[in-house]
């Protein structure tokens, strides 16, 4: 799994509903990001962070909230307020963002999470 | 504006050929290069990394950089079907205005080898 994992694999959300998606690492990395990718699209950053309870929005973070109170576990809210929130999530982990080496990037295998 | 650009393809190479995938990126202080491959359905995973001028090979595959003409590109020798796939490239965002350790994703680029 690369170090990384994410769960559930796949999720349906009802409108109106806020859903939680787990991301977990177990290398003692410093760093985690959250991107969301919808179909034919680059990965889009929502929130990071660079080291236990701290983080920081991404270019998306409207509409999802995250917190980061063990090192090794970075959850994402997608709240109500997201209006399209239809999309493949993707958790990240780098060892740190302090240059090169430290600023490569694994990813775990994914959410899709499906608005019904 | 943070851009890193690709062609989208999709790019057809036959069994055998090389595949020459190019990335260009507009910040001039961008220090880190990578190349992810995402199959369909999948999450990406690193092909490789690449911080200086030049070539840089591991296997079949040569990165390039020229940060001169912020430029980097992916080359596959030796194409097989299985490397058939999104490749992404993806730039460090020093220069962009955010945390030095995030990375700048380009849209990727559609690789499909014909038997």
């Known amino acids: 799994d690369g170090g990384i994992t994410q769960s559930p694999k796949y999720l349906f959300r009802k409108e109106g509903q806020n859903v939680t998606l787990s991301c977990e690492q177990n290398l003692n990395h410093d760093a985690m990001y959250w991107y969301r990718q919808d179909p034919g699209q680059g990965l889009r950053l929502i929130y990071y962070?660079?080291?236990?309870?701290?983080?920081q929005k991404g270019d998306i973070a409207e509409g999802y909230s995250v917190s980061r109170e063990k090192k090794e576990s970075f959850p994402l809210t997608v709240t109500s307020a997201q209006k399209n929130p239809t999309a493949f999530y993707l958790c990240?982990?780098?060892?740190?963002?302090?240059?090169?080496?430290?600023?490569?990037?694994?990813f775990g295998p994914g959410t899709r999470l499906t608005v019904l | 504006q943070k851009e890193v650009e690709q062609n989208s393809g999709p790019l057809s190479v036959p069994e055998g050929a090389i595949a020459s995938l190019n990335c260009t990126y507009s910040?001039?202080?961008?220090?880190?290069f990578f190349w992810y491959r995402q199959y369909s359905g999948k999450s990406p995973e690193l092909i490789m990394s690449i911080y200086s001028n030049g070539d840089k090979e591991d296997g079949r595959f040569t990165a390039q950089l020229n940060k001169a003409s912020q430029y980097v590109s992916l080359l596959i020798r030796d194409s097989q079907p299985s490397d058939s796939a999104t490749y992404l490239c993806?730039?460090?965002?020093w220069g962009y205005g955010g945390s030095q350790g995030n990375l700048i994703f380009g849209k990727g680029t559609k690789l499909s080898v014909k038997p």
């Open positions: 910040d001039r202080v961008s220090q880190s």
């Open positions: 993806a730039v460090n965002g």
């Open positions: 962070s660079q080291i236990v309870n701290d983080f």
């Open positions: 990240a982990r780098s060892l740190g963002a302090g240059g090169q080496g430290t600023d490569t990037q694994y």
